[in-house]
């Protein structure tokens, strides 16, 4: 039998830093809160609401994408879970896209964005989209004519930011308003900021497994995930042999490394209960299929369907609240918060 513990046996392969949380094994009446692994989502974040209004305006606004049909908004939908609920996205072109979109809620605690990890800054991915030929195809002159055309728009950037529309200022008040998009308050952040009935007897459960099984050396850090870059298929390859060269290759795309292929940023757990479809490619339509598919790719164990049930339980504690209702919650459906 092996002597190491669950979570330093199952490893993980990485492409550069890997930050593998150090955790004790959890037991029955152990506290794994406390191990330190994860922190709880602030409750707020001091941005200029100026900015955040204006963000938000582009951000919804689709005369940001060359054919006027897409906008931020449309692969990142924020009354939902913000992302769009498609195994992949929607091109200007009407194709599906390459990958899944990921959340934007909580990006900013990502180390790098996207699954192959492109940009370590929200800035940088703005941009990248907006010139990307499978987003909003744009270019600067074009987009800064048409907001220049918008006399709203060059009354807010002339009063936030002294002048009319220009890159760097577009590119501020997307970031500033992404950096806004923060769940607070999910079962979860109160549980781990000392309310301990916050998390049903289940999902306490389900969090002890996801310290055992090792998830959690994927899956740390303020975002339980989007801090280090992961192998899919360590125990087991995911793909379809006779189909891999279609396969989308991570990490690779960026490095031209071939180590890095298959290789893709860990996502965040925040809010995965709504996020579905999972997985880079959409392929995993539900929780209970997800969880089956990693415990099976990335730690080589087959779980008993009472884990399975307890894990996806505490993933559903991982929902958050934006503007006065749990993310996701149909409009009309407001609750207050706890």
Not at 10 to 24: D, F, K, P, W, Y
Not at 189 to 194: I, P, Q, T, V
């Amino acid at each position: 039998m092996d002597p190491k513990p669950h979570w330093l046996r199952a490893g993980v392969a990485t492409a550069g830093v890997l930050l593998l949380a150090i955790v004790a094994p959890a037991h029955e009446g152990s506290n794994p809160s406390l191990h330190g692994a994860v922190r709880p989502l602030p409750r707020s974040v001091v941005l200029d609401a100026r900015k955040v209004a204006l963000g938000e305006r582009l951000f919804r606004d689709p005369r940001l994408s060359e054919s006027g049909r897409l906008a931020c908004s449309s692969c990142h939908r924020l009354e939902e879970g913000g992302d769009d609920g498609l195994p992949r996205s929607v091109t200007n072109t009407g194709e599906p896209g390459a990958v899944n979109a990921p959340t934007v809620f909580n990006a900013a605690f990502n180390h790098r964005l996207t699954w192959r990890g492109a940009f370590r800054t929200l800035e940088e991915q703005a941009e990248a989209d907006l010139r990307n030929p499978r987003h909003a195809a744009t270019t600067w002159p074009r987009l800064l004519a048409r907001l220049r055309d918008d006399p709203e728009y060059v009354r807010r950037f002339r009063e936030i930011y002294g002048g009319p529309p220009r890159r760097e200022a577009v590119l501020d008040a997307l970031a500033t308003f992404e950096r806004s998009l923060v769940t607070p308050d999910a079962p979860f952040d109160r549980y781990l900021r000392g309310e301990r009935d916050a998390l049903t007897p289940r999902q306490q459960r389900g969090w002890r497994h996801f310290v055992d099984y090792g998830c959690i050396s994927c899956h740390q850090g303020i975002n339980l995930g989007g801090n280090l870059f992961a192998r899919f298929g360590v125990f087991a390859d995911p793909s379809d042999r006779a189909k891999k060269e279609k396969i989308y290759p991570g990490r690779f795309l960026v490095t031209g490394n071939e180590a890095d292929r298959y290789v893709f940023r860990v996502p965040s757990l925040r809010n995965v209960a709504v996020t579905a479809p999972y997985f880079h490619d959409g392929s995993a339509a539900t929780l209970e299929e997800a969880v089956r598919r990693v415990a099976r790719l990335q730690l080589g164990r087959t779980l008993p369907e009472a884990h399975v049930a307890d894990l996806v339980a505490f993933l559903h504690s991982l929902t958050g609240y934006w503007r006065g209702r749990p993310l996701g919650a149909p409009p009309g459906e407001a609750e207050d918060r706890p």
